[in-house]
């Protein structure tokens, strides 16, 4: 495998300098884990203060009028009736209804607007904004200029307070331009793990002054991506590649509320006529012991029926148990509820569960 | 990277401490930071026959699940149990408390297709060596 291709985010030494693990993710070489392992950095998550560089994922800039601009089209959600200083989390659908990505719109005047991706999808996002926005419209990817520190944790406000004066009128969803560091930055009180938690978006060649400063108070700990993705799949967050894809509508990911019929959105024609008929539907299990479903695993009934694949699956800290998502196929349409998952010669048990798995976060504390 | 220098290897990175006819056996230091947190070994059935190089069980860390091969053939004679409780002990003391299972012997000659705790110390320096080229490239 080569690395020599991999982007860096402006972190990247000082998470070697902590002894990260990195590892090649969307093309970039990221932190997977520190030398606390994942358990550790689970419990400072969820008991504490965790902080991720996640500066590889991507911001948009647009100018112009909710509608007349064509941003409204691009999402699921309203924007139109979304007040200044808050985010709102939606998708851009392609015309088949499938997902191109899931985003979260922040509106940072009447008709100044930030836009925020994952990763993998930069590219591909930022041609389908430029094809769908009207002509004339101001479009800007900032990505490589912007870099993004997510503090999560029960204790994480705490820890900002000083750093962020006002931090504490934030409520879940929204945010505001703080001076941080003598910098003036977005800071929203958003998150990906079901904790209290903030992103700061920070000048990029800047970032490692906020990392030293962050890191400098002992309540914080570094957590990588591979904690990350434990922690959004005990609260059932979707993942792009995993729970969504193009060819994935948002309805069979179980994010029908994230799509408001009542507005005109790219490939909501397709995605009425698809909703008649899923293609699939995701389920949501807790396996019956430590052992953890895996991406690729089928999900079968007890009678041997195949039925489904799981798409992510993890071992549970919080629950002590293995925790999984998975897609049913649309040719059963049947309840679920015990289930087989693993693969030839593994058969384990594990029955379905409402979400989240992990119910008792901070997130709006 | 701690090695024990009378403990043999497996390129799949298992030791076996060979003591009257029995072996216990175990991970390395390099499998059990490579796997990061343990969090379920499933322990093979007393009695059990195993293989030279097959599987002998397996073991599942937070993010993925890897086979661990016997590096004697035999017959499995005791497992430890405190694993089923504290998988993390592998973590924790992988070449003493978080043994995995005693093999009963079945062919001493089979050790030559081992490595020494030497042997082993070159053969982890030659996967560094690769895994630094790679990143050069």
Redo the contacts between chains.
């Keep these: ?4 291709s991999l982007h860096r985010t402006s972190l990247y030494d000082a998470h070697v300098a902590l002894g990260a693990k990195m590892v090649p993710f969307a093309g970039w070489d990221m932190a997977l ?1 520190y030398p606390a ?3 550790k950095e689970h419990e400072a998550n969820r008991k504490g203060c965790s902080i991720f560089d996640c500066s590889h994922m991507g911001e948009f800039l647009i100018e112009g009028d909710a509608v007349a601009s064509g941003l409204d089209r691009i999402v699921t959600q309203s924007i139109v009736d979304q007040p200044v200083g808050t985010c709102r989390y939606g998708m851009a659908l392609n015309d088949a209804g499938g997902t191109i990505d899931d985003l979260i719109v922040y509106r940072l005047s009447s008709e100044k607007w930030m836009v925020v991706v994952n990763a993998s999808n930069i590219d591909k996002d930022a041609a389908h904004f430029r094809r769908s926005l009207a002509s004339g419209v101001m479009f800007k990817d900032v990505s490589f200029q912007t870099a993004k520190l997510d503090v999560q944790g029960p204790l994480s406000r705490d820890v900002l307070k000083a750093l962020v004066p006002g931090i504490e009128k934030l409520d879940h969803y929204t945010f505001g331009i703080f001076c941080v560091l003598g910098e003036d930055v977005i800071v929203s009180r958003t998150g990906y793990t079901g904790e209290l938690g903030y992103e700061i978006y920070y000048p990029w060649d800047k970032a490692e002054k906020l990392w030293n400063v962050v890191m400098d108070d002992k309540r914080v700990y570094p957590t990588g991506l ?2 990350r ?2 922690l959004r799949i005990e609260v059932c967050y979707p993942l792009y590649g995993h729970e969504l894809s193009e060819a994935i509508t948002p309805v069979e990911a179980g994010l029908k509320r994230f799509v408001d019929m009542n507005k005109i959105f790219i490939g909501k024609e397709a995605l009425v006529v698809r909703q008649q008929v899923p293609s699939r539907r995701i389920i949501h299990f807790i396996s019956d ?4 479903p ?1 991406q690729g695993h089928q999900i079968s009934l007890n009678d041997g029926t195949v039925v489904g694949e799981v798409v992510s699956g ?2 549970s ?1 919080a629950l002590g148990l293995g925790v999984g998502i998975g897609f049913i196929k649309k040719e059963f349409t049947g309840t679920v509820k015990d289930i087989i998952f693993g693969e030839e010669k593994l058969r384990l048990g594990a029955q379905t569960a409402a979400r989240p798995f992990y119910k008792t976060g901070s997130l709006k504390n | 990277m701690e090695i024990v220098e009378h403990y043999l290897y497996t390129k799949e990175h298992e030791w076996i401490n060979m003591e009257d006819g029995t072996g216990t056996v175990g991970i390395t230091e390099y499998a059990q930071s490579t796997l ?2 343990i ?2 070994v ?1 322990l093979p059935n007393v009695d059990a026959e195993v293989e030279q190089f097959e599987p002998l069980t397996s073991i ?6 890897s086979d661990i091969f016997s590096p004697m053939s035999g017959r499995v004679v005791e497992i430890n149990d405190e694993l089923s409780e504290d ?2 002990l592998i ?1 924790r003391s992988c070449y003493d408390k978080g043994w995995i299972a005693k093999v009963e012997i079945s062919d001493m000659d089979e050790s030559s297709n081992l490595m020494t705790a030497a042997e082993y110390g070159s053969y982890l320096e030659s996967l560094e060596r690769e895994g630094e080229a ?4």
């Design positions: 495998m080569s690395t020599g884990q392992g994942i358990l591979g904690v993705d434990v012991s430590r052992r953890a895996r993890t071992f800290p | 990061g947190d969090t379920f499933e599942e860390s937070v993010k993925s699940a998988p993390g973590n790679e990143g050069d490239e």
